[in-house]
């Protein structure tokens, strides 16, 4: 995902004019919506700091290791104001730390070794603030700039600062008023949700600090399994001015002068850090000797890794400049892998935003080295033609959409994703994950995630990862069950198994009502996903018995299907291990995971035909589309409208708008998609509908915005919407893809023709030949509905029911 610079005078022009807005927020808005500005001057990342969103807007290079941004406060000092570190209307910052998970749920991750100025003495230690009262500082968003590898911001205490950021690195200046304390503490045991040990040292001599933090406890609040510790992060921060002072603070006592601090902050008995422990250090500058400079690096690996990334990244010359004009150009490169002309300026900042924010994860975890810490505890290095090792793989959002666009934009890096997932694997006694945080499992929400993740990266062209090994792996997951699959540890959010009661599945061919799931309903539509995507892999590797198997098992989902469940049809529903129906409610969650029953029943992606078929027909179940969209006045019920409707503010919805082109019916799909578009998603700080899922959700955007979407996991089909845009150009993986849709605009969703390569197309799909080798679509759209166009259902998107080929033949 990048863009290049069209011209190359306009925006510097128009960067001088933003120099004269008032105001760094508003110069930063500004300067977002230029007609010619590069794809990062169009970046706000701002947006989705709020409404849930949990974005961060600090300094990050694209999947970089590194993520500097600020530590926001509610005065609560063992909560963060967000699962990010960051809420727009939290408007005190207590830290700023050098990792951070975008878009993430639970009580936070990550956020390690946040850094402070202050203008005060430390009197008292930093730990015992307890509502952050004393060494927090308020601040305005009028003084913040926020821009991709760049963050700038003056606090109300008069320490202005500047953060850039390098793939393993990042360098910084604080400016401290004259007349004052200036103080920087290293919090080094403040992790978002805590840490077990912590410990660092000050060299006066070296103007060094050094340390490390080890961590985990991702929604360790929610149940046992995850209360734990399972990384360490190591720091090297080099400073440009002498330290006049030095201390040290452990829980409640304060050392003045001292040089080394250790201890963490410990997990309460509720998984949250304990309140009053922690530790850290202090140094203190001389403000009148002008800006002071800081250069960090870090490693999971070592402090002798942290050291030799600082130095291959951002040696002693390298200016803060220097490596701001680095992290601005890479996020060109990566953005312009998608160039768009048209729309409006705040739909180009929204969609520039949302391909920024699908480039952060799984980020990069290996050091320049190669060496990464694995799941093992081990030392290991990248080997053969893997370049990186990455790490945060959010599985049951990511497989949906995201890790689609990645390989579609960046091959290589979807290459080394799906390598990286293999090789944690192998550390993991063979057991994938569904939600890796660092280089711990954490098990977090549903299903079998791994498998549509790797189908999915394979289809879009990231092939070059040890397929036949992972493949091996996998079908020995979906078919030997472990005592972990047997287990009801972590449940329900959190169970343990990578495919839970797998024995169930096997037996029963289903996930029954009491299990070792978290709900039995939504498993079995997880595991036949699952089980779908394995059969492409399948048939990738060449193992037909083994496509044929998979494929039958995922038709399982029909075992779930009750055709008499409720008065308005048939729904997925609980289902007992006898045989017996469980009770059942359509607006009910029962064996559902963060959904209901009416939002689950479209989720057979792979087999909508057949679910068309099992709902009574096509008439019967575009009716139920309709009312799903709808609510009893006939207006859009997208969000928040109750449970008999869609919830497109969270992953189990965001297939859905895409139904009606199964149905001969897409131009309801182009007016669902585009009212989605055009009322969810804004280029303001609540302008992502909900948690981004490390940027699961900023990626449908991104594919509904160019007017198609990956709707079956593992495979490369596209279904096609309508542009956004009246030009676009996606530099794909088997080639270029260029969309024209002249006069496009929020009010002209609707496809009265298509062209594919000059010829007349009347199918509201494109198979997977079209992302393999690249292609032209010219869209002729209208105002008002077309509704012949797309309509014949022979020419509808393809169904995998079991005994159906690849999809990619």
């Not at 190359?8 to 120099?19: E, I, Q, S």
């Not at 927090?136 to 600062?161: C, I, K, S």
């Not at 009491?514 to 595991?527: I, K, M, R």
Request: charged residues 15%; aromatic residues 10%; contains cysteine.
């Amino acid at each position: 995902m990048s863009k290049r610079k069209r011209n190359g005078t306009k925006p510097k022009l128009f960067l001088l004019a933003c120099l004269l807005v008032p105001g760094l927020l508003a110069m930063t808005a500004a300067c977002a919506v230029a007609t010619d500005t590069s794809p990062a001057d169009a970046v706000n990342p701002l947006i989705g700091s709020s409404n849930g969103g949990n974005t961060y807007p600090g300094a990050v290079m694209p999947f970089g290791m590194l993520q500097w941004s600020p530590e926001n406060t509610r005065g609560h000092h063992t909560r963060t104001a967000s699962p990010s570190g960051y809420q727009f209307d939290a408007r005190r910052i207590r830290g700023f730390s050098l990792t951070h998970l975008s878009g993430a749920g639970c009580a936070g991750a990550s956020g390690d070794i946040p850094v402070m100025p202050i203008t005060e003495p430390v009197t008292a230690s930093p730990s015992a603030d307890a509502d952050d009262t004393r060494y927090a500082v308020d601040f305005r968003h009028d003084d913040e700039q926020a821009t991709p590898g760049d963050y700038r911001l003056a606090l109300a205490n008069g320490v202005r600062l500047e953060l850039a950021a390098a793939m393993h690195s990042g360098i910084a200046n604080f400016i401290f008023p004259v007349g004052k304390a200036a103080n920087l503490l290293v919090r080094t045991s403040d992790s978002e949700v805590g840490s077990s040990a912590a410990e660092a040292q000050v060299d006066s001599a070296q103007q060094t600090i050094s340390g490390s933090v080890t961590s985990g406890n991702f929604c360790g609040y929610l149940a046992k399994a995850d209360q734990r510790s399972y990384y360490t992060l190591y720091f090297v921060a080099r400073f440009d001015q002498p330290f006049t002072a030095t201390g040290a603070w452990q829980d409640a006592a304060v050392h003045d002068g001292a040089s080394t601090a250790q201890g963490g902050t410990g997990y309460d008995a509720k998984g949250f850090p304990t309140a009053g422990n922690g530790s850290g250090v202090w140094v203190s500058f001389d403000p009148a000797n002008g800006p002071v400079g800081m250069r960090v690096g870090i490693s999971y690996v070592s402090l002798a890794n942290a050291r030799a990334n600082l130095d291959a990244e951002i040696p002693q010359t390298a200016t803060l400049a220097q490596v701001r004009e680095r992290a601005r150009d890479a996020w060109n490169k990566a953005l312009g892998q998608i160039q768009i002309h048209g729309g409006s300026a705040d739909q180009r900042t929204v969609f520039y935003t949302a391909l920024y924010h699908s480039l952060l994860h799984p980020n990069v975890f290996s050091d320049v080295d190669g060496e990464y810490r694995g799941f093992d505890g081990a030392i290991h290095r990248v080997q053969d033609s893997q370049q990186a090792q990455y790490a945060n793989f959010s599985g049951w959002d990511v497989y949906r959409s995201q890790l689609q666009l990645v390989t579609w934009l960046m091959p290589k890096v979807g290459s080394d994703i799906a390598q990286s997932l293999y090789n944690q694997a192998q550390q993991n006694q063979g057991e994938w994950d569904r939600w890796t945080h660092n280089s711990g499992g954490t098990h977090v929400m549903s299903g079998d995630p791994a498998v549509p993740a790797l189908a999915d990266i394979y289809a879009f062209g990231g092939k070059d990862f040890d397929l036949r090994g992972a493949y091996a792996s996998l079908v020995r997951a979906a078919t030997v069950p472990t005592a972990h699959d047997a287990s009801d540890d972590g449940c329900n959010v959190e169970c343990v198994g990578e495919r839970p009661s797998l024995d169930q599945w096997l037996k029963l061919h289903y996930i029954a009502t009491q299990s070792h799931a978290w709900g039995g309903a939504a498993e079995t539509l997880e595991d036949a996903t699952a089980d779908f995507a394995l059969s492409e892999l399948a048939a990738d590797v060449g193992d037909r018995k083994g496509q044929r198997r998979f494929r039958m098992r995922a038709g399982y989902w029909r075992n779930l299907f009750n055709p008499k469940a409720a008065p308005d049809g048939g729904y997925i529903q609980n289902r007992n291990a006898d045989g017996s129906w469980a009770s059942f409610t359509p607006s009910a969650d029962d064996g559902f995971v963060e959904g209901s029953a009416a939002v689950y029943v479209w989720m057979v992606p792979f087999d909508l035909h057949g679910l068309f078929d099992a709902m009574g027909g096509y008439d019967k179940a575009t009716a139920r589309l309709d009312s799903f969209f709808h609510d009893d006045k006939g207006q859009w019920a997208f969000t928040n409208a109750g449970p008999l409707h869609a919830e497109l503010n969270n992953e189990p919805s965001v297939e859905t708008p895409w139904l009606y082109d199964f149905a001969g019916q897409p131009y309801k799909t182009q007016a669902a998609v585009r009212a989605v578009v055009n009322a969810l998603w804004k280029n303001t700080p609540d302008g992502i509908p909900g948690n981004d899922d490390l940027g699961e959700m900023s990626s449908w955007y991104v594919w509904s915005a160019l007017g198609l979407y990956p709707e079956i996991p593992g495979s490369a089909d596209l279904v096609v919407g309508s542009p956004l845009f009246d030009h676009a150009v996606v530099r794909g993986s088997g080639g270029d893809v260029v969309i024209d849709a002249p006069g496009a605009s929020a009010t002209m969703p609707y496809v009265h023709a298509l062209e594919v390569d000059g010829k007349p197309y009347a199918r509201p799909w494109l198979p997977a030949t079209f992302v393999a080798h690249g292609g032209q679509l010219h869209f002729s759209l209208q105002e008002m509905p077309d509704q012949a166009w797309g309509s014949d259902l022979h020419a509808a998107p393809p169904s995998f029911p079991p005994g159906a080929g690849h999809s990619g033949s």
